[in-house]
């Protein structure tokens, strides 16, 4: 009897743990960078957002992508954003993205895709990136 009750406290926090994963990925779908690429050429109304800081931002950057820095807070540009639009967010693994997505989803965004392993998964697997340096508007 100890045995079986040990199985079901067992099973239980397993589903519990499971379903707070599962809860992100009801928000926000995450995919990889073919295709991350793919969808995002196929949507008519669609954003590119890096969620890196500029001096990141600045060195390399995934072309048309528009800055919007984790540490400025997702919340101003959530408000200027038409919420029917989808959104496509990277940041340099995929750690800030995961959280600017749950912040947009929180606003009422509902079309949301991550690029799974960020930029460095994006040039791992020989996507382009823009060099060409920018200066940092005063």
């Avoid at 079901?8 to 009801?26: E, R, Y």
């Avoid at 606003?107 to 040039?123: Q, S």
Wanted: glycine share 8%.
């Amino acid at each position: 009897m100890v045995r079986r009750s040990g199985f079901v406290i067992f099973m239980f926090a397993l589903s519990c743990a499971t379903g707070a994963q599962k809860s992100d990925s009801l928000r926000y779908m995450s995919l990889e960078p073919y295709d991350f690429h793919l969808q995002y050429l196929n949507q008519d109304s669609a954003l590119l957002i890096d969620a890196r800081e500029f001096f990141e931002y600045r060195r390399s950057r995934i072309h048309g992508a528009l800055l919007i820095p984790s540490s400025k807070g997702f919340d101003i540009a959530a408000d200027t954003i038409n919420k029917n639009c989808s959104l496509y967010i990277y940041c340099y693994s995929g750690g800030r993205s995961s959280r600017a997505l749950l912040c947009f989803y929180d606003k009422g965004f509902r079309r949301l895709y991550n690029l799974e392993g960020g930029i460095v998964a994006w040039r791992k697997d020989g996507f382009p990136v823009e060099r060409k340096r920018i200066q940092r508007k005063r």
